[in-house]
């Protein structure tokens, strides 16, 4: 029994050294504003928690600073922003994913005169110039701040992370996704999803209110106003059945409205060239105050703080110390000059919710409730407006208006994260830009002349729900020829925000092998060039791949004999047959559209009419008849769901001729069976809004930011042994005087460890501060060395008077408890004299240990090395606690002896002598023995800081005193109640 506890104490340990698996799932999210940032993570035992940064605070501001020798982030960046501008870089969203001549880069270094933002050659778009040498790219910069965001989440989860869901504004278009996806790849993030901001706040309101949602529509609409944009979305909770999870709720985004440039800092910006005008007019200085950088950078930290001071109060002093030229600045600014100067923003306020309104065609008697979202809807005249905008009699703000987004797309990496499971809530979003594939093509007019024609194929339409498949099929098409993938209908949109919005050209696509595949199946009917299209989770749009589709008529074989089959399948067992499919058959998409349009000059028609004209059987408008067979030639998109519906009628009675017909056509359809075929197109992808970064520069991104780490590594390596090196000196000299250390330490011993540590104090103040990590390390290492001695002497000292008295109580209880099992009478004795006898010379040797150590130790010098060592007495405690350990559980466990039938003498003794001699041999485990469980005394002494404290197992007396006398008084009947 002994040996298999060892064998099961070893199999525990093992697998306690094996990795966990829980060792690296968590999760994390990062709500990517133009200010801030809010971080959440999801680990085992830890559900959705908003991550603390290093100041403790809840949200982090989207800044990084780049000085020569030091990197920093968040508010330490911030403050670095006051003194020094040029260095602090912030509000990268506006410019991500846009050329040099975008307006909103121009409208950044109007804000930040600062930078030098430079034109970049090789993809059109805009970096900042440091130096000469060192230049960095928004995505770069970008980059650092998300591997930042990394690891504030790894410190606060305590382990490491590398999945993410990143929140973006639903207005991004594709190249600033694409730019988002570019500094999360540098950053060394995989991107489990980019979610819209607004999205996730739709998802966090719906997941704690999952049982108000039923099966009838409900429509919010959600207010969101943060630093740097505007977004109204109307979304539609409601619960729905589907095949893989049963009836579950879901959200679907119907509408989005937005302004990019309505926000917080706008606000903030008029604030700061207000406090600038009333400085100037002081006249305290000759100067213009807007002139100066730092001045400037002052004034906004001020106007920052003096927005959120007038949202709760009617007025406010500004003021600030040493604006410039030691000139202090003090001024009132009230609530009304404040809106007096926003009053043109405050008029844009109403813009997005009307844009939502439209897009979902919708009215505002539809809208049940209007939620509030992000910090600038504080302002108090954005709530009046929204409000009278709406016509409702209050806003709702039962929502966290900063974390929000933040919680819900950590709710969507949980959801993701093969690690956890959590209840479904489905999610529909919508694109907000519509997608389109255009293509030319000759065709010819009924007079016989050849002309160019354009086509279009809208593949996407606005607010259509993604992720989803299409596949658009080309029937005209039997050489390579090019296509154009590009954004649709965009007359929504204002002139400036199409300025803003970049180029709407999105790819040029170049297919070869067109032809060629033609040639080769020249035999087959052409079932046209299919391109299949796929908008992920993240709103990315890709061409998966591109195929030429062919179909054949293949004679099917008669019905072989059942000798035949057998035959044929003992053949192929032995290499006669191959179950191996055609190279060439593929099998249908399920999940995927099939997108039909029609001609330029029809498409716009159609599109009208779709809604009023009634559907077909097959699930297709009515048409003249000309037109259908023209159609049959064109490219088509058609739908799956068209086709479920086609085979979900019901077939109209027959008559019985019609029957004998049908059963007739089977006949010869059964011997011509149609096989697919399809021969992959190469596809040549040429980028028209804004290049990507080519693999070598992504290369070189990612080393440039982690040489940046390492730097930051190293340099938090050299501090903290600078830090623990100059501890120890001045924590050392000072214990040289207490009682307790020179108590254990010789004048000689003494005098060595000052004068090292005087002359080590000494190097610090002269060459120390400019020494590297690894010489202060050696110095550090040197000086615990030479007082590692010393420490072990007063260490041990402390412990003695502990450890001694929890020993003298083991072995007193021990003794007690051994005395009382010996006095068991014979016939319910439960324990063997070869278990008390270990027993007692287990007691026997601790004490006989115990005295001789301590009068060997009181016979030496408190400075001499210490034979009495509190790592010997744990080792004896541990062992005289496991002893009787043993025979505790025993006694608990143990059923009591039956009593014995009468019988003649002679045959109950020899029963008694047979049980005594193999029953108690065979069930009894014998103890452990001394030997086995002796630990070794230490060699040489631990210093106080490489010492690892080993857990000491105690045994409470009070138990022991109770087993001990529930023990010595036990009768058959206590344990009949134990057994119960």
């Known amino acids: 029994m002994r040996e298999k506890l060892s064998l099961w104490a070893i199999l525990c340990l093992t697998l306690a050294l094996l990795p966990s698996q829980t060792a690296s799932v968590a999760v994390m999210s990062v709500d990517l504003g133009s200010e801030w940032i809010k971080i959440a993570i999801v680990k085992p035992g830890v559900p959705m928690e908003i991550v603390l940064n290093k100041e403790s605070r809840r949200k982090t501001p989207v800044a990084v600073s780049l000085k020569e020798n030091e990197r920093l982030f968040g508010d330490s960046a911030l403050a670095v922003a006051v003194k020094n501008p040029r260095v602090v870089y912030r509000f990268l969203q506006s410019i991500l994913g846009k050329t040099a001549d975008n307006p909103q880069v121009a409208q950044y270094q109007k804000h930040f005169p600062e930078h030098q933002l430079q034109r970049d050659d090789k993809r059109g778009t805009v970096h900042f110039k440091l130096s000469e040498e060192i230049q960095y790219t928004p995505e770069e910069l970008l980059g650092m701040v998300l591997n930042y965001s990394r690891g504030l989440a790894q410190d ?56 108000d949602i039923n099966s009838t529509a409900q429509n919010v609409m959600f207010y969101d106003m943060g630093s740097g944009s505007t977004t109204a979305t109307i979304v539609t909770y409601q619960t729905v059945k589907s095949k893989e999870s049963g009836t579950q709720p879901q959200l679907q985004i119907r509408g989005v409205g937005f302004d990019r440039t309505l ?105 049940e409730q209007v939620i509030l979202f992000g910090g600038s809807t504080r302002v108090p005249k954005v709530q009046d407006v929204i409000l009278k905008a709406v016509g409702k009699e209050e806003l709702s703000k039962n929502i966290n208006a900063d974390e929000a987004a933040a919680m819900g797309a950590v709710y969507q990496a949980a959801a993701l994260s093969k690690a956890f499971k959590v209840k479904p809530f489905l999610v529909r979003d919508a694109a907000v830009f519509p997608i389109q594939v255009e293509f030319s093509r000759e065709a010819e007019e009924e007079d016989g002349a050849k002309t160019i024609k354009h086509n279009k194929r809208i593949l996407f339409q606005r607010m259509a729900p993604y992720p989803q498949r299409k596949v658009i099929t080309f029937n005209r098409y039997t050489d390579d020829f090019v296509f154009y993938i590009n ?138 008849q000309a037109e259908e067979q023209k159609a049959d030639k064109e490219e088509k998109v058609e739908t799956q769901e068209e086709k479920e519906a086609e085979k979900a009628e019901k077939p109209e009675e027959k008559s019985n001729g019609e029957k004998a017909e049908e059963k007739e056509a089977d006949k010869i359809a059964k011997t011509h069976k149609k096989s697919k075929i399809s021969e992959d197109i190469t596809v040549e992808l040429e980028v028209n809004d804004v290049l990507d970064p080519s693999t070598d520069d992504m290369e070189v991104s990612k080393k440039k930011l982690q040489d940046l780490t390492d730097r930051d590594l190293e340099k938090h390596e050299r501090e903290k042994t600078l830090n623990s090196l100059e501890a120890f000196i001045f924590e050392t000299q000072d214990k040289l005087y207490q009682d307790e250390y020179q108590a254990v330490v010789t004048e000689e011993e003494k005098e060595q460890i000052s004068g090292k540590l005087n002359e080590a104090s000494n190097w610090m103040d002269e060459e120390g501060y400019a020494a590297g990590t690894k010489e202060l390390k050696e110095k550090l290492s040197e000086l615990k060395k030479l007082c590692k001695a010393m420490f072990f002497r007063v260490e041990e000292r402390k412990k003695w008077p502990d450890r001694l008295a929890a020993l003298n109580s ?21 324990f063997t004299e070869v278990e008390l006898k270990t027993l007692e010379n287990v007691i026997n040797e601790t004490m006989t240990w115990k005295n001789d150590t301590v009068a060997q130790q009181q016979k030496l010098s408190p400075t001499e090395k210490p034979v009495l060592l509190s790592k010997d007495i744990e080792a004896k405690l541990s062992l005289l606690d496991r002893e009787v350990n043993y025979l505790l559980n025993k006694a608990k466990f143990a059923k009591p002896k039956p009593k014995p039938k009468p019988k003649d003498k002679n045959s109950t003794s020899a029963e008694n002598g047979k049980t005594n001699t193999t029953e108690d041999a065979e069930k009894v485990i014998p103890p452990i023995s001394e030997e086995a469980e002796e630990v070794k005394p230490v060699e040489e002494p631990l210093t106080a800081e490489e010492k690892v404290d080993e857990p000491i197992l105690e045994l409470n007396p009070a138990e022991n005193t109770d087993d001990t006398e529930s023990t010595k008084s036990s009768k058959s009947e206590n344990h009949i109640g134990d057994e119960l």
């Open 487 to 624: 954004y649709g209908d965009l007359s929504f949109l204002s002139e400036q925000d199409l300025k803003v919005f970049g180029s709407q050209n999105l790819k040029t696509v170049k297919l070869s092998g067109v032809g060629s595949s033609f040639k080769k199946h020249s035999d087959a009917e052409s079932k046209g060039i299919k391109a299949h299209f796929n908008m992920d989770e993240s709103g990315v749009l890709i061409l998966d791949r591109v195929e030429s589709v062919f179909e054949t008529v293949v004679e099917e074989k008669e019905e072989e004999s059942t000798l035949t089959k057998l035959g044929n399948t003992i053949s192929s067992l032995f290499g006669g047959g191959s179950s191996e499919p055609s190279q060439n058959m593929t099998e249908p998409v399920a999940d995927e559209e099939e997108v039909t349009g029609k001609d330029q000059e029809q498409g716009e028609k159609q599109e009208e009419i779709a809604q009023e004209k009634p559907e077909t059987e097959e699930g297709k408008q009515e048409e003249p």
């Open 263 to 367: 926000g917080g800092f706008e606000m903030e910006l008029r604030l700061r060239d207000h406090l600038a005008h009333l400085f100037n007019e002081q006249k305290k200085s000759k100067k213009d105050v807007r002139e100066n950088l730092r001045a400037m950078a002052k004034l906004l930290k001020e106007a920052q703080r003096l927005k959120t001071v007038l949202s709760a109060n009617a007025e406010h002093t500004a003021q600030i110390e040493g604006l410039m030229d030691d000139i202090d600045f003090k001024a009132k600014v009230t609530r009304s000059e404040f809106e007096a100067l926003c009053e043109d923003l405050f008029d844009r306020v109403p813009g997005p919710v009307n844009e939502a309104l439209a897009a979902a065609e919708m009215t505002l008697d539809e809208i």
């Open 810 to 830: 083991m072995l007193n209880h021990s003794t007690i408890f051994l005395m009382s099992a010996r006095l068991i009478p014979e016939d319910d004795q439960i």
């Open 156 to 211: 606060f989860a305590e382990q490491p992370i590398k999945d993410a869901v990143i929140t973006v504004p639903a207005y991004f278009n594709q190249a600033e996704r694409r730019a988002v996806l570019q500094a999360a790849q540098i950053a060394g993030l995989k991107v489990l999803q980019l979610i819209n901001d607004n999205t996730a706040v739709a998802l966090n309101y719906g997941v704690f209110r999952r049982k």
